[in-house]
C-alpha cells in the first residue's frame, strides 16, 4: 500500500482504490507502533475516495528530517573518484567503499524538500550539477524500516569535487531534495531485483536514459540505518537515501526547464522539473 500526503488529507492506495485517512498527522502515523498494521485495517472498515483524482501531492514529509548516504553503489565510487583526483580526494572515496563505516551526511529538512511536479533547484554558483535517483527508507522513531520512497538527491559535482570538504555545500541547499510521490508502506526489505530508472528530458525529448537495481547497492540498508542512528534520535522518524547506482556522463549538467523523471519499481515516479 501508497501513503499520499496532500495539502488538505492523507490518502492510503491499495489495489488501485485510495482511502481517505482520518488521520491528517504523517508524524503520528510514522511513529504509530505498526502503521502497516493500522492502514490495514482502515481500508478493511472504509470506503474508497475519488478526492485524490484533484487534490496535488506535497512531498510525504513534515518534522522528519533527511540523511543521505554516499559511495554505495561501485558506479559512484568511480565517478566520485574520477571528479576529485585533482583535488587529491580519490582516495577517500576509495576507502570509505571498502570500509566498515558507511559515508552518512544530513541533506534537508521538510521545508527544502521538492513534492512531486514541483521545481527543484541548482546552485547559481555551480556548473556542473546532477540528478542522482536513490532508494529512501522511511524510518521511524524506533530504527525500524517502515517504508520507501523515491529521492532524487540533487548535487553540485564540481563544488565537490573541487575538494571533499565543500560536500554541504554542494549537496544542501533550498530544494536540493525531492522526495514522493508517495510512501510504499511495507515491513520487507524490497527485492534486490528492484530496478531504479532515471530519465532527463530537455525540450520535450530524452536527452539521458539508464536503469539500475538494488543488487549494485553494496550497503545493507539496516546498516546504514543502524550507523545513523548512533547517538542520533529521531523523535519524528526520518528518511534516509541510500546512494546512487545512476551517473550521467561528464558532459551533462541540468539546464533550467530540465523534467527529471526517476521511477522505481512498487513505489511510482517522482517528476520534478528544474527552476
Not at 580519490?90 to 563505516?101: N, Q, W
Not at 533550498?174 to 527485492?191: E, K, Q, V, Y
Not at 545493507?220 to 529521531?234: G, M, N, Q
Request: charged content about 25%.
Amino acid at each position: 500500500m501508497i501513503l499520499y500526503r496532500t495539502a488538505d488529507a492523507l490518502y492510503v492506495e491499495h489495489e488501485s482504490k485510495y482511502y481517505r485517512l482520518f488521520e491528517t498527522s504523517l508524524d503520528a502515523l510514522i511513529g504509530h507502533d505498526n502503521l502497516h498494521a493500522h492502514l490495514t485495517g482502515h481500508i478493511a472498515k472504509s470506503s474508497p475516495s475519488n478526492d485524490l483524482i484533484n487534490d496535488r501531492l506535497k512531498a510525504p514529509i513534515e518534522h522528519q528530517e533527511v540523511w543521505a548516504s554516499g559511495v554505495t553503489y561501485y558506479s559512484s565510487r568511480r565517478a566520485r573518484i574520477a571528479e576529485s583526483k585533482d583535488a587529491g580526494g580519490g582516495d577517500f572515496y576509495d576507502r570509505v567503499y571498502t570500509a566498515e563505516r558507511p559515508e552518512l551526511f544530513f541533506k534537508a529538512v521538510a521545508h527544502k524538500v521538492a513534492g512531486p511536479d514541483s521545481l527543484v533547484k541548482i546552485r547559481r554558483d555551480a556548473t556542473w550539477s546532477v540528478p542522482e535517483p536513490e532508494l529512501t527508507l522511511l524510518i521511524n522513531p524506533r530504527a525500524e524500516i517502515i517504508g520507501y520512497t523515491v529521492g532524487n538527491d540533487m548535487s553540485s559535482r564540481d563544488i565537490e569535487g573541487t575538494n571533499p570538504l565543500y560536500l554541504p555545500q554542494a549537496k544542501v541547499y533550498d530544494r536540493s531534495c525531492a522526495l514522493g510521490p508517495g510512501l510504499l508502506i511495507r515491513s520487507d526489505p524490497m527485492p534486490t531485483t528492484t530496478q531504479i530508472k532515471l530519465d532527463i528530458l530537455r525540450s520535450n525529448q530524452i536527452t539521458f536514459s539508464a536503469t539500475t537495481t538494488l543488487a549494485e547497492l553494496k550497503r545493507d540498508p539496516k546498516t546504514l540505518v543502524e550507523y545513523l542512528f548512533r547517538d542520533h534520535s529521531f523523535p519524528f522518524g526520518c528518511f534516509l537515501l541510500t546512494g546512487t547506482g545512476i551517473v550521467p556522463p561528464d558532459s551533462l549538467t541540468l539546464a533550467s526547464k530540465d523534467e527529471i523523471q526517476i521511477t522505481i519499481e512498487g513505489i511510482g515516479t517522482l517528476t520534478n522539473t528544474v527552476e
